[in-house]
């Protein structure tokens, strides 16, 4: 699997294109449609993942849609998606947002996790539909899985889980809101 990052719009969100062969998924295309678009070049786009709905991750959603013709992937779609070559996992991780997904795509090893989890943070609890209490939830949930497991995140530098369960204090616990 081939991971491409763009940064879209003034806010610098990191829009994803996962490849295998000539098949490819967008991830939270936030801004930017012709970035997005000459980045997808020729690939077969079979759909849309969305980790939360802030404006920053779909400002560029209903161009993609349109022109590609694609489903949107979200928090209200099956756990379990297979797709041509792609089997991923939808993961509910409310805390920046009540509608935050993760998705694990567990052969590659590979999150995309939007803005629950950034290298040395975690996003912002206190916008509309954030809950401290529930990414404190998410986040001890999220421990559980592969130490090894590469983040992607929504802003900013890719992570791993464990470089964020040595390095991150919300991930391990020295901050209580």
């Keep these: 699997m081939m991971v491409e990052k763009i940064e879209t719009g003034y806010l610098e969100e990191n829009c994803y294109i996962v490849s295998i062969d ?5 991830i939270d295309p936030g801004d930017d ?10 690939k077969n786009v079979l759909a849309v993942l969305i980790t939360h709905y802030h404006f920053d991750h779909v400002g560029a959603l ?16 099956n756990r379990n998606q297979n797709m041509s070559n792609f089997t991923f996992e939808i993961i509910p991780t409310p805390g920046h947002k009540e509608d935050a997904v993760t998705y694990y795509f567990k ?7 939007g803005d629950f989890i950034f290298k040395g ?10 809950n401290f209490s529930d990414m404190k939830k998410s986040l ?10 590469k983040l992607y995140p929504g802003h900013g530098k890719d992570t791993t889980l464990k470089e964020e369960l040595e390095n991150n204090p919300y991930m391990r616990g020295d ?3």
């Design 22 to 26: 000539n098949d490819c998924l967008i």
């Design 33 to 42: 449609f012709d970035k997005i678009k000459a980045l997808v070049g020729n």
């Design 62 to 77: 209903e161009e993609v849609k349109k022109y590609y013709d694609v489903n949107v992937i979200d928090y209200r779609s």
């Design 107 to 113: 052969s590659d090893n590979v999150m995309f996790v």
């Design 121 to 130: 943070t975690i996003g912002r609890c206190d916008l509309e539909g954030g």
């Design 140 to 149: 001890d949930m999220i421990k559980e899985y592969n130490l090894d497991t």
């Design 175 to 177: 901050i209580d809101e």
